[in-house]
């Protein structure tokens, strides 16, 4: 009994006190017991960069710790990935700047990187899942995501034609989930008629729903080399000051046949997380981006905090808000804590 509980002069309230929350704080056996979530291996989803060549790993410079893998080296990652408890790895691809053009094309080449990419996984560790990116920027020469016109303006009703070949060849291709980021208008639905209509009804649909035009994603065009050369992603991606448009954007794409519905980012948009959450009884995954996790691995490189209790304490609140899934670069490290 600590004598601070003790001493004579306590006001009378403070000792008459019913209710003291501290009692089951006192041992880690008490605090497990009323522990209201738990983050899991199996609520995470490993972001991998994907490119071309053999035998090369490079890391982002704005991203220590995560690399692009090489075709080869990638099926090793997701192997040891899968024997830690991970289910499923999102592929993003670095396209060589030849292969890009105006409208994509790459992006639905029956023998294009991702596509090779899933096939050779869907061969090597047939247990894992697989969702795959599907959006122009990382194919287009202007690294938008969609298709440009002459004043600049990107059009959505031309792109989403484009998306429905990409979603359909990474089907064939034998991708267990399609994932539209792109914030074109009427995307899931175009996209869930032309997959149940090649016969791909098994194809999930998760959607980047409320996807934010925001600062966080600054690492991730370093990874790709897919910067806008022009303007910005305010025409398509949400304005970070909205919140009731996110649950407009959800509901539309529920309409529509998602699957999973997404909040990107993460961190500032926790409100937008929980309010989905209890909007919707679909699963709700948030992107952990690059940026999230520049911030962290910086300050944890300074010394300034102490990067595994930062990185727990993060994701743990994602599921706390509402997440039943996370995105993250974290993923390996975080399996490993977990062990
Ligand atoms: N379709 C683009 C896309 N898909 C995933 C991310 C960002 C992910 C991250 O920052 O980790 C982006 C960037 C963007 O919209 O410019
Ligand atoms: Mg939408």
Same mark, same amino acid.
């Given at each position: 009994m600590s004598s601070e509980n003790s001493t004579n002069n306590t006001a009378s309230?403070? %000792?008459?006190?019913?209710?003291?929350?501290?009692?089951?704080?006192?041992?880690?056996?008490?605090?497990?017991?009323?522990?209201?979530?738990? #983050?899991?291996? $199996? $609520?995470?989803i490993y972001t991998m960069f994907v490119m071309e060549g053999e035998n090369q790993k490079t890391e982002i410079s704005s991203m220590p710790g995560c690399y692009r893998y090489t075709l080869d080296l990638l099926l090793e990652e997701i192997k040891q990935v899968s024997e830690l408890g991970i289910n499923a790895v999102a592929l993003f691809p670095l396209i060589p700047e030849a292969k890009k053009d105006d409208v994509g094309t790459e992006?639905?080449?029956?023998?294009? #990187?991702?596509?090779?990419?899933?096939?050779? /996984?869907?061969?090597?560790?047939?247990?894992?899942?697989?969702?795959? +990116?599907?959006?122009?920027? *990382? @194919? =287009?020469?202007?690294g938008h995501d969609g298709i440009v016109d002459d004043n600049g303006v990107i059009l959505n009703d031309p792109t989403v034609e484009v998306l429905v070949k990409m979603a359909v060849s990474q089907a064939e291709a034998g991708t267990d989930i399609v994932a539209p980021s792109d914030?074109? $208008?009427?995307?899931?639905?175009a996209i869930r008629q032309a997959l149940d209509a090649a016969g791909y009804f098994h194809v999930s649909i998760l959607a980047y729903s409320a996807k934010y035009a925001s600062g966080y994603y600054?690492? @991730?065009?370093?990874?790709?080399? =897919?910067? *806008?050369?022009?303007?910005?992603?305010?025409?398509?991606?949400? +304005?970070?000051?909205?919140?009731?448009?996110?649950?407009?954007? !959800?509901?539309?794409? /529920?309409?529509?046949g998602a699957d999973i519905v997404m909040v %990107?980012?993460?961190?500032?948009?926790?409100?937008? /997380?929980?309010?989905? %959450? =209890?909007?919707?009884? #679909? *699963?709700? &995954?948030?992107y952990n981006v690059s940026?999230?996790? &520049?911030?962290?691995?910086?300050?944890?490189?300074?010394?300034? /905090?102490?990067?595994?209790? !930062?990185?727990?304490?993060?994701?743990?609140?994602?599921?706390?808000?509402?997440? +039943?899934?996370?995105?993250?670069?974290? &993923?390996?490290?975080?399996?490993?804590? #977990?062990?």
């Open positions: 309230a403070v %000792k008459s006190l019913i209710q003291r929350p501290r009692r089951l704080r006192r041992t880690p056996g008490l605090r497990s017991m009323v522990r209201e979530n738990q #983050l899991t291996v $199996d $609520d995470l992006s639905y080449n029956p023998g294009g #990187l991702v596509q090779k990419t899933v096939k050779a /996984i869907k061969q090597t560790v047939p247990d894992i899942v697989v969702i795959t +990116d599907v959006a122009l920027d *990382p @194919f =287009s020469i202007h914030m074109m $208008d009427g995307r899931v639905g600054g690492p @991730f065009r370093d990874a790709l080399d =897919s910067a *806008p050369k022009f303007g910005d992603k305010k025409t398509y991606q949400m +304005d970070a000051a909205n919140a009731r448009e996110a649950l407009k954007e !959800v509901e539309l794409d /529920i309409a529509e %990107k980012p993460a961190l500032a948009y926790m409100d937008i /997380i929980c309010q989905i %959450k =209890s909007t919707t009884n #679909l *699963p709700v &995954a948030a940026g999230e996790y &520049a911030m962290i691995k910086a300050a944890a490189q300074q010394g300034w /905090i102490d990067e595994k209790k !930062v990185i727990l304490e993060t994701l743990t609140s994602m599921k706390r808000a509402g997440a +039943d899934l996370i995105l993250t670069y974290f &993923a390996k490290e975080v399996a490993l804590m #977990l062990l």
